[in-house]
């Protein structure tokens, strides 16, 4: 699905206004699903993005919630719950724009952090990995997407050079080398463990 939006997005045209306003998402699956099926289209665009969202909305609310309960089981359930889903309503009112502008840069920094978990993951269930290099493993590279990210936020000219002489920081990876490089370092250091008794912490 994401392969076809994205090649959606790549392949229609969209008016010089329309980018220059940063808008150009909604009006390409607008467009488009104007092209497709004609009038009903925003009815049936409505009820489509409403369908796919819901599903997603209702197993983040579930899975946080048990969460939020688990640790703290002081709170019920339901009012956290509860509250999770005000929390979303609240946020779906910004509005798509704004909701991208915020939640991009949080990704950006989670997004290196998980997958370089699941890569120590992987090849912890083949090779035995020390403990306190996975650990500077993760640390180094929740380092860097912080410094890929607060670097041109503020404006610190000495961080952002740092990121870009990294290898892939053009590709928007400048993390990718820096968690390989850990990983090999974990098979160095002592106290390996393998994943049958798997501990980060």
């Known amino acids: 699905m994401y392969i076809g939006l994205g090649f959606l997005g790549n392949h229609f045209p969209v008016p010089a206004e329309v980018i220059a306003k940063g808008n150009p998402g909604v009006y390409v699956l ?69 909701i991208i502008q915020y939640s991009v840069p949080v990704l950006q920094i989670l997004y290196p952090v998980t997958i370089v978990i ?48 990294l290898p892939f920081a053009q590709a928007s990876l400048p993390w990718l080398v820096p968690a390989l490089l850990g990983i090999i370092l974990s098979l160095l250091l002592p106290d390996k463990q393998k994943s049958d008794s798997f501990e980060m912490i």
């Open 30 to 98: 607008s467009q488009a699903t104007q092209a497709i099926f004609g009038s009903t289209a925003q009815i049936f665009l409505a009820i489509m993005v409403t369908m796919t969202c819901f599903t997603t909305t209702v197993g983040l609310i579930v899975s946080t919630g048990e969460f939020f309960n688990n640790t703290f089981p002081k709170v019920s359930y339901k009012t956290y719950a509860t509250i999770f889903t005000l929390i979303g309503y609240a946020i779906a009112n910004l509005g798509l724009n704004a």
């Open 118 to 165: 699941v890569m120590i993951v992987i090849v912890n269930k083949f090779l035995a990995l020390s403990k306190i290099g996975m650990q500077l493993t993760v640390v180094l590279v929740t380092l860097v997407a912080f410094a890929n990210i607060l670097g041109p936020l503020f404006k610190v000219q000495v961080v952002m050079n740092a990121v870009n002489a």
